[in-house]
Nanobody, 116 residues
Framework: QVQLVESGGGLVQPGGSLRLSCAAS????????MGWYRQASGQQRELVAA???????NYADSVKGRFTISRDNAKNTVYLQMNSLKPEDTAVYYC??????????WGQGTQVTVSS
């Protein structure tokens, strides 16, 4: 079993920044992809950004140039640096991890609210 603990959400004004963290622990042998998804109220969950074990990122078009995903393999942790935040970025952000054996795990979610 793998546990994911997210942190870093909160309330921020438009144009502000937040940094999300997600630390994986438990029965981890090898983590492949790590990523962040978000779900706004009344909307479907969507990919925000993901990163491979080799550090190759991909981003949703809506966050390109504003968000940066990174990972620390030694700490089994993935980060999401969010800059120039907009009200439409308001959502619950979820961490997702896929292991080399294709097991998939989700974090509990952290609320990000962008409002003046």
């Amino acid at each position: 079993q793998v546990q994911l603990v997210e942190s870093g959400g909160g309330l921020v004004q438009p144009g502000g920044s937040l940094r999300l963290s997600c630390a994986a622990s438990g029965s981890i042998f090898s983590i492949n992809r790590m990523g962040w998804y978000r779900q706004a109220s009344g909307q479907q969950r969507e990919l925000v950004a993901a990163i491979t074990s080799r550090g190759i990122p991909n981003y949703a078009d809506s966050v390109k140039g504003r968000f940066t995903i990174s990972r620390d393999n030694a700490k089994n942790t993935v980060y999401l640096q969010m800059n120039s935040l907009k009200p439409e970025d308001t959502a619950v952000y979820y961490c997702r991890v896929v292991t080399d054996t294709s097991n998939l795990y989700w974090g509990q979610g952290t609320q990000v609210t962008v409002s003046s």
